[in-house]
């Protein structure tokens, strides 16, 4: 079992930069794939980014490559998506997740583990 924690949403105008953080509870946590994923209102999940195990590769959505970054601690347990240039399409609830293996990141059904989401409002 992985608890996933995210924190460091908020209300950033368009433009702004946030970076988001995960906090993993499993201290096997390195040995997991881990992506983020979005949902505004009305919407489906859509991913955002995804850093697998273990080759370390990572995966971008059309809509924020070269905007968002994700990177990882292990020794902090804790994964980040560093968001810049933001836009007002950008607001949704980001939720972190945790996966094994390197395929099919980019789909919500690969992931087995959910964090509870945090909120990101960009405005205009």
């Known amino acids: 079992q992985v608890q996933l924690v995210e924190s460091g949403g908020g209300l950033v105008q368009a433009g702004g930069s946030l970076r988001l953080s995960c906090a993993a509870s499993r201290r096997t946590f390195s040995t997991y794939a881990m992506g983020w994923f979005r949902q505004a209102p009305g919407k489906e999940r859509e991913f955002v980014a995804a850093?697998?195990?273990?080759?370390?590769?990572?995966y971008y959505a059309d809509t924020v490559k070269g905007r968002c970054t994700i990177s990882r601690d292990n020794a902090k347990n804790t994964v980040y998506l560093q968001m810049n240039s933001l836009k007002p399409e950008d607001t949704a609830v980001y939720f972190c997740?945790?996966?094994?293996?390197?395929?099919?990141?980019?789909?919500?059904?690969?992931?087995?583990?959910w964090g509870q989401g945090t909120q990101v409002t960009v405005s205009a």
């Open positions: 997740a945790a996966a094994r293996g390197e395929r099919g990141l980019g789909q919500t059904s690969t992931y087995g583990y």
């Open positions: 850093t697998s195990w273990p080759s370390g590769r990572t």
